[in-house]
């Protein structure tokens, strides 16, 4: 069976990154279990103008499995779990507190530690960061990862494909994380292709 992806989202702005990622994967028919930080519950209320649970029982019925953050009981803690069904970890929209957790090796939910155990068994992890400006810790916790094969990817959608729409730019990114990975897709224009 194919590897699947975990799909981290944090409280940073930009839940639509993560409505669009999983609507995307469905319709890749990769498999993506997820996780979503507490903050993230409310801001994903908030910015897609619905109950979180609405976001969770929708994707739940189209095949994707979610796990509280709180649960370290969860078959993703396991580095054997992870290596065996997964190629790869993507967190977005990444909150700079959990860049800065992970950076810095702190474990306080599934998501940091899913991302801690990705990095000790080489497994391909993405930290879509959304903040502006960064300032001086953010740039060296971004740095501190991407020397060790983690991919700091500060969410900065091109215009030269000439979006039309917030989905355009919002697939772009989206695109990108969905190339590091080495998913064929045609989500968004490639230059001079
Ligand atoms: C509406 C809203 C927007 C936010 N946007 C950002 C953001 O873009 N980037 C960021 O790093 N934090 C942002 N935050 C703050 C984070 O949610 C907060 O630091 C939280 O503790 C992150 O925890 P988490 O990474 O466990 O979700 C935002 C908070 C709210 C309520």
Redesign the pocket.
Known sequence: MDKGLVLGI?????SIYAFRFLEHAIRLKLKVECIV????E??IS?ELDKPFEEFKSYFSSKGVRFHSPENFFAPLASGSYLKEKFKGVVIL?C????LGAVANGIVS?L?HRVCDVSIKENIPLILAV??MPLNAIHLENMLKLQKIGVKAFPISPGFYGKPSTIEDLVDFAVGKILDLLEVNHQIYKRWGL
Do not use: D, L, M, Q
């Open positions: 944090t409280g940073a702005s930009g930080s507490e903050t993230a409310r801001v908030y929209p909150s700079v507190g959990t939910n998501i959304r903040e």
